[in-house]
């Protein structure tokens, strides 16, 4: 039986480049890229603009996918503040783009979306609630979430909590990546303490992707987080008690995030936000139960094949705090 073909619009970002390696044992995968050329082995890569149709019309012809992944966007928060119309462009019109042209080709379209659709407020977000962003980022991924249960007839969609790891592109540093570096060399690094979510490892998302693939489901939107929420503080202080290596030099700080609507009841001065999302769906699909934040970085323990350090281990463990 011949392998089904997977496109992945947005190789060279670390979502697209991770899920390309972990999917390209099962499936034909093919990936486009913009300015970044990137090479995988075992996986053809091909240079696609998002937003010129003519060319997304021609990597739809050639390959023909039976299914198509929009790894496409702009993903900081701050960047889509400060450059909105680029945001929008990438996050929401590329992905106009692909979809209409997929239809005839009964591609499968996976969008993957975000928890930012959510306003942050402290209560448990079901996939069935009405979206209500207050950031640019958020108004552009719920656009497309919007879009595409109106008007695509086979497409699923992924709201995502932060998927952490290394990048396959060099010219690329994830926020794990900057960690592992910072308290390898025993930098300070700062870490947000203002935004509680889920943290899940690209890995296992990829994994429960396959499964969703493997079971033949469409046109369905699944929220997928780890089962607990920390801070970026709590999660950075979590990396180092696994890995080993102290934690003194994680200090609590406050990263911009520009909304332009804060929750209700919450003081401009003191914003807390909290994205808890309802994982019900995504465990009964796929028959299993989705980790907590320590039992995901377990997994990217053994992944990465890590070593604790213990010369660091048992060092102080205070936290610094500004």
């Not at 991770?18 to 390209?24: C, P």
């Not at 980790?291 to 205070?318: I, M, W, Y």
């Amino acid at each position: 039986m011949s392998k089904k073909t997977i496109l992945i619009y947005g190789i060279s970002s670390f979502v697209g480049s991770n899920l390309a390696e972990f999917l390209k044992k099962d499936y034909r995968v093919i990936g486009t890229y913009h300015r970044t050329k990137l090479l995988i082995d075992g996986v053809l890569t091909v240079p696609c603009d998002i937003l010129a149709k003519e060319e997304i019309q021609l990597t739809l012809y050639a390959f023909k996918p039976d299914i198509v992944i929009y790894a496409i966007g702009l993903t900081s928060i701050l960047d889509c503040n400060e450059a909105s119309d680029y945001a929008d462009a990438l996050n929401t019109v590329g992905l106009f783009n692909v979809s209409d042209n997929c239809q005839r080709y009964k591609s499968l379209v996976v969008y993957l979306s975000s928890q930012y659709v959510f306003s942050g407020e402290n209560k448990k977000y079901r996939e069935m609630d009405i979206p209500d962003p207050n950031s640019t980022f958020g108004k552009t991924k719920a656009a497309g979430e919007f879009y595409l249960q109106k008007n695509s007839l086979n497409y699923l969609i992924f709201r995502l909590s932060p998927l952490y790891g290394r990048s396959i592109n060099p010219a690329q540093q994830t926020f794990f990546e900057k960690l592992e570096r910072d308290l390898f060399s025993g930098k300070t690094f700062l870490a947000d303490n203002s935004v509680k979510t889920g943290f899940l490892d690209i890995y296992f998302f990829g994994m429960l992707l396959k499964m969703c693939l493997d079971n033949n489901e469409q046109n369905r939107l699944f929220q997928v987080t780890s089962t607990d929420s920390l801070t970026y503080v709590e999660f950075a202080k979590l990396y180092a008690k696994k890995f080993g290596y102290s934690e003194s030099v994680i200090i609590q700080t406050k990263w911009p995030l520009p909304l332009f609507e804060l929750p209700r009841g919450v003081d401009p001065g003191d914003v807390k936000l909290n994205y808890n999302m309802d994982i019900v769906n995504i465990e009964s699909t796929v028959g299993m139960k989705i980790p907590t934040v320590k039992e995901s970085l377990d997994f990217t323990f053994k992944r990465l094949h890590g070593q604790v350090n213990r010369k660091v281990a048992n060092q102080g463990s205070g936290i610094s705090f500004i």
